[in-house]
């Protein structure tokens, strides 16, 4: 299997580390957008008004769209 250039040069810089932590804080942003529009956790949704409670995520968005 041929190295790739690239990658070696991340790790050489010492990037890798740097790098895996803003992978796992961006997912865990995502992970937290997802189960707020879930379960409506008050952050982004209000309260009562997560996919659970029968609203839909993109009601607002797609009423102003008008």
Known sequence: MKSCPA???VR???????LAGIRIVL???LLWSFFDK????????P???GWIDG???????????N
């Open 27 to 29: 997912g865990l942003m």
């Open 12 to 18: 050489a810089a010492g990037a890798a580390g740097p």
């Open 38 to 45: 879930l379960l409506g956790l008050g952050l982004a949704t």
């Open 47 to 49: 309260a009562g008004y």
């Open 55 to 65: 609203c839909s995520p993109s009601y607002a968005y797609m009423m102003g769209l």
């Open 7 to 9: 990658i070696n040069s």
